[in-house]
T-cell receptor, first 118, second 115 residues
Framework: DTEVTQTPKHLVMGMTNKKSLKCEQH?????MYWYKQKAKKPPELMFV???????INESVPSRFSPECPNSSLLNLHLHALQPEDSALYLC?????????????????FGAGTRLSVL | SQKIEQNSEALNIQEGKTATLTCNYT??????LQWYRQDPGRGPVFLLL?????KEKRKERLKVTFDTTLKQSLFHITASQPADSATYLC??????????????FGKGTHLIIQP
């Protein structure tokens, strides 16, 4: 099973709402990632979790709050978002990424959550 | 600053021909480089990884080359088919390695294979 499952597929929220995006993988991967993708742009890295610990935060505003409850689950909590935060949010996982061979940093992506902030 | 550039935003190729996509980078010293395919509304799908000590990698109709002197990777699809139409992304890790690294993607090339 090489599947990363993201829910919900679509989300519409107001600027005062609080919502969460969820991501799940059962490949035994120990690294998980959040990316943001705007239309006609490449995915941009937001956060990296390695062995359930936050290892990289790409200067993401605090209205985005990641959480990794266990090695299979990754959440992204959203609060007080702005309309410019509307995008496709992608979750990915990899074996881990340690070492120089690169093969452990091959990333498996979910289909994404299409977020619209009104 | 670190940059990844893919040569064209869009590339139109006739079915059966070879499509060649280019990825150039600056201010990286990558141990490896990856190529992904992305279809509209979907997440990227991994295609190939090539390491700095490998000149060429093949998988079925796909071939990737990696020239660390030129700081360039070429991605080829031979005997192209309309089903190959998609956006192709090259990706590098911006970090020094040794841990779980996120990827930095080029802007992508939108490949259209015309019947």
């Amino acid at each position: 099973d090489t599947e990363v499952t993201q829910t919900p597929k679509h989300l519409v929220m107001g600027m005062t709402n609080k919502k969460s995006l969820k991501c799940e993988q059962h490949m035994g991967h120990r690294a998980m990632y959040w990316y943001k993708q705007k239309a006609k742009k490449p995915p941009e890295l937001m956060f990296v979790y390695s062995y359930e610990k936050l290892s990289i935060n790409e200067s993401v505003p605090s209205r985005f709050s990641p959480e990794c409850p266990n090695s299979s689950l990754l959440n992204l909590h959203l609060h007080a978002l702005q309309p410019e935060d509307s995008a496709l949010y992608l979750c990915a996982s990899s074996q881990d990424g340690q070492g120089w061979s690169g093969s452990k940093n091959i990333q498996y992506f979910g289909a994404g959550t299409r977020l619209s902030v009104l | 600053s670190q940059k990844i550039e893919q040569n064209s935003e869009a590339l139109n190729i006739q079915e059966g021909k070879t499509a060649t996509l280019t990825c150039n980078y600056t201010n990286y010293s990558p141990a490896y480089l990856q190529w992904y395919r992305q279809d509209p509304g979907r997440g990227p799908v991994f295609l190939l990884l090539i390491r700095e000590n490998e000149k060429e990698k093949r998988k079925e109709r796909l071939k990737v080359t990696f020239d660390t002197t030129l700081k360039q990777s070429l991605f080829h699809i031979t005997a192209s088919q309309p089903a190959d139409s998609a956006t192709y992304l090259c990706a590098l890790t911006p970090y020094s390695g040794g841990g779980a690294d996120g990827l930095t993607f080029g802007k992508g090339t939108h490949l259209i294979i015309q019947p």
